[in-house]
């Protein structure tokens, strides 16, 4: 006879993989890639911040077919009104939603640059495979391979086939131009494409075993002649508007659905 707390061969424990994906979060870091979401999915602030007093992060929440949707932006920076991109804030806001609202999944969206040498094109939306650091930098054995950070994204082969989105490895970094070291690492990582959150995300997720997908539209061609501010700038708002049509779709399929069927 089982003793009291031992597992029982006909005790069935329900693993997260098996049970319908209810809350999720999804992370943001532009205010422009947002806003559409949140009107969208008819998502609303929060009134009662779960966030520490006085951070600039932003919580808007609401109820989506059977799915508790979290949008969290990480808000202005307090002291030069821009959003704060980057992978400080980025990890931030993905530690404290975890801990605050315990989600199912993480969804980090946004745009990217990306390269041509690799098939992308301006407009393409990718899920990303992997993700991983290419202004980490540290020549010592073993350092070397934290700096990259490369983690692996959940698997969504169900989710990408039926989507019809693209595939490819993401490289992060906090920059949005690229130095030839950058170029090096990036090349390296085998990346696609490159952005300025998701390895942040990535490491947080992992950290705190919360499965992550990364949905990542392309405003900027990194390989190309434009220059990257001025492209980025350029196709900012009609590109969004294609992540932010990626992102339902994805919310939608996920909707009903385990981990397991992805
Ligand atoms: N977001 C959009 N374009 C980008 C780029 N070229 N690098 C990093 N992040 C980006």
New binding site residues.
């Given amino acids: 006879m089982a003793r009291h707390g031992d597992r029982s061969e006909d005790a069935v424990v329900s693993q997260p993989q098996d049970r319908p994906i209810s809350t999720i979060v999804i992370i943001i870091a532009m205010q422009t890639e947002a806003l559409p979401l949140v009107n969208k999915l008819q998502l609303t602030e929060d009134l009662e911040p779960v966030f520490p007093k006085g951070v600039p992060w932003v919580r808007y929440h609401g109820a989506y077919k059977d799915l508790n949707i979290n949008l969290i932006w990480p808000g202005k920076d307090l002291a030069l009104g821009v959003d704060s991109?980057g992978t400080v804030s980025a990890s931030l806001v993905t530690y404290a939603s975890i801990e605050a609202l315990k989600p199912d999944l993480i969804i980090n969206a946004?745009?990217?640059?990306?390269f041509k040498a690799k098939g992308a094109a301006v407009g393409d939306v990718f899920v990303a495979s992997d993700c991983a650091f290419h202004d980490r930098r540290i020549p010592i054995p073993v350092f070397d391979m934290y700096g990259v950070g490369l983690r692996q994204a959940s698997s969504t082969p169900n989710l990408v086939n039926e989507l019809n989105l693209k595939v490819g490895k993401l490289s992060?970094?906090d920059?949005?131009?690229?130095s030839p070291q950058d170029e090096a690492s990036i090349i390296a990582n085998d990346a696609t494409i490159?952005?300025?959150e998701g390895a942040a995300v990535a490491y947080v997720a992992d950290l705190l075993k919360v499965p992550a997908i990364f949905v990542k539209a392309?405003?900027?061609i990194?390989d190309g002649e434009k220059p990257?501010a001025e492209e980025?700038l350029q196709n900012l708002a009609t590109v969004t508007a294609a992540l932010d049509q990626a992102v339902t779709q994805v919310i939608d399929f996920i909707n009903g659905k385990c981990l397991s069927e992805l």
């Fill in positions: 991109v946004g745009t990217a640059g990306a992060t970094g920059s949005l131009d690229m490159k952005d300025m392309v405003t900027d990194v990257t980025f």
